[in-house]
């Protein structure tokens, strides 16, 4: 019998993130795309794309460019991709298909016994199911069980057979599982799993358009790609022993990857696997970018959020995952050089929303101002931001883009160095620098005019005459006058200080106000006082 040779395999270490491209990158499929990224860096091995489109009425137009995007943005490319052919191509299964390199795998394995040709329609599938459906086992499955009562090669002559493959009647090709075999392999997260054949069906391997089913094709992949581990997410686990006995029968088990089935990523209240429902009704992305599907319908990504990707990476790696030390910020060659799939977590890790803001906040703050600029000239500019939405008002982000686009370059890194370590996410730059560009709309004078008094409204009078004697206009030459002159009116400094930053700002927010009033100006500074005290009654 023919059994179809390979060339030795090479011993570096090569790993995959083996996506088909259905619709938007949930954060578990990037953390499993860290998991192996780091992996294959660490042991100066090859990272791979591969695309598993084999499934084409599963196919959505977009989804690959989506992925390669969100890879490019976390700063995890693939040394080899559909964009970057290795010598392991074509990298999409759809193109292997076409090249025939997964029919001769599975006429292999009818040869050896090992899978059959079903000739069942889905009528008689259906019916199947309908007829045998019982209690303790409401949805019947294709196996040792029922195969024998089905339309297959096992169930017909030598004859029959071949009068049904001469007429060309539609058929699928399935592996033939015996029952009662046990399965063992070691898992690099759980150590040794095993599993009985007896609860496994026969599988389609090969469908009735030719192509080949994910699992018939994720082995016969690995072996050409010459992948040496594969880490996935732990919902693939019950496939395992299906790819086992495939390994076994066609290529031999010693050269099989080792796996590791990563834990799942859980709710916030930990009651099972965080879904992309989930982050809607919690008001949390789940996908790393914006993902619009057919409908038109957009869900909100991690980038779109304003996170920054070292910060959305170092929150995956961290999400069932630590150093065995207390820290939590990791670089991604810190990550590189200390990950070990020894310290992953076998249980799964609860999603925490507020928790991943503060990585992203202490990230924002790690980043040097001009990197800081350079990121939000992006965002906004780009339109990532969630425009209005986030500013509150149009005309502030209008004066805002004027900025970034360089009208008052100046201005715009000085109020950047001032609000950046205030910033949980991108967008908040909005917030927290707008009334740098233009006058608040609205001042929250409630804040202020219960404790409001004739002194104060004196102090604040006369402040804005001095004003024409401070000279140069800038914040420590500010403060110094002010609090003389809170002295001098036995005024504690303390009293003034949140009604002039309500007045130059709106509210209670901001960076230090002598800071602010520096940057607005004298002409601006003494515009909003003026009308602030236009608004407040003695
Ligand atoms: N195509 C599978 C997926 O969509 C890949 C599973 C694996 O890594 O084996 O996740």
């Known amino acids: 019998m023919e059994v179809l040779s390979l060339p030795p395999m090479s011993k570096k270490v090569r790993l995959r993130f083996a996506p088909s491209p259905t619709g938007g990158l949930h954060l578990g499929g990037v953390r499993t795309v860290l998991y192996n990224y780091l992996f294959a860096r660490r042991h100066g091995g090859d990272f791979i794309l591969r695309i598993e489109d084999t499934d084409q009425s599963r196919y959505v137009a977009g989804a690959e460019e989506y992925i390669l995007d969100c890879l490019k943005w976390c700063g995890l490319e693939p040394d ?9 191509g074509p990298y999409r299964q759809s193109e292997r298909k076409a090249e025939g390199l997964y029919e001769k795998y599975a006429a292999q394995l009818i040869q050896q016994g090992h ?13 199947m199911r309908a007829k045998y459906k019982t209690a303790e086992n409401p949805s ?9 009562k089905m339309k297959n090669s096992l169930t017909m002559t030598p004859e029959e057979l071949q009068q049904q493959l001469a007429a060309g009647t539609p058929h699928v090709i399935r592996i033939k599982i015996n029952p009662g075999e046990d399965i063992r392999f070691t898992d690099l997260i759980r150590g040794e799993v095993h ?3 007896s609860g496994v069906d026969d599988k389609v391997l090969l469908k009735a358009d030719g192509m080949p089913t994910y699992h018939l094709a994720v082995v016969v992949d690995d072996r050409l790609m010459e992948i040496t581990h594969a880490f996935r997410g732990e919902e693939w686990l019950p496939s395992a022993p299906v790819h086992i006995l495939l390994w076994r029968y066609l290529f031999g088990e010693e050269h099989m990857p080792q796996w590791a089935h ?6 916030p209240d930990g009651n099972g696997k965080l879904s992309k429902r989930d982050g809607d009704r919690l008001g949390f992305p789940v996908f790393a970018m914006n993902w619009t599907d057919a409908n038109g319908e957009t869900t909100k990504g991690f980038r779109e959020m304003g996170f920054l990707p070292e910060a959305f990476i170092n929150l995956l790696a961290v999400l069932g995952w630590n150093d065995g030390s207390e820290q939590e910020l990791f670089t991604l060659e810190e990550l590189t050089e200390k990950f070990s799939l020894d310290r992953v977590h076998k249980g799964g890790a609860k999603f925490d929303f507020d928790k991943a803001k503060w990585f992203n906040h202490e990230w924002i703050k790690r980043l040097p101002v001009a990197a800081y600029r350079d990121r939000v000239k992006d965002f906004f500019i780009t339109g990532l931001a969630i425009n209005g939405e986030a500013a509150g008002a149009e005309k502030a982000m209008a004066e805002l883009k004027n900025a970034i686009s360089g009208s008052n370059e100046a201005k715009f890194e000085k ?9 949980t996410l991108l967008t908040d730059f909005v917030q927290q620098s707008s009334f740098f560009f233009v006058a608040p709309t609205q001042i929250d004078t409630v804040a202020v005019q219960p404790k409001w008094t004739a002194a104060k409204q004196t102090f604040f009078a006369e402040l804005l005459r001095q004003f024409t004697f401070i000279s140069p ?7 110094k006058e002010f609090k003389e002159m809170a002295a001098a009116a036995e005024i504690k400094p303390g009293d003034l ?9 709106g509210g209670k927010f901001g960076p230090g106000v002598f800071d602010i009033a520096a940057l607005l100006g004298q002409k601006e500074t003494e515009h909003r006082i003026k009308h602030a005290l236009s608004l407040l009654k003695v």
Request: with cysteine; aromatic share 10%.
């Open 415 to 423: 109020a950047l160095e001032l609000v950046k370590d205030r910033c």
């Open 262 to 267: 990563l834990p799942l990523i859980l709710k």
């Open 140 to 148: 019947p499955q294709y196996n040792h069980v029922l195969r024998g």
């Open 195 to 197: 599993f009985s054949t």
């Open 497 to 505: 200080l949140l009604p002039l930053r309500v007045m130059l700002v």
């Open 473 to 479: 206009w800038e914040a420590p030459i500010l403060e």
């Open 115 to 127: 899978a059959y040709y079903a000739f069942d329609t889905p009528q008689e599938l259906e019916e």
């Open 80 to 88: 080899e991709s559909p964009n970057r052919p290795g010598a392991y």
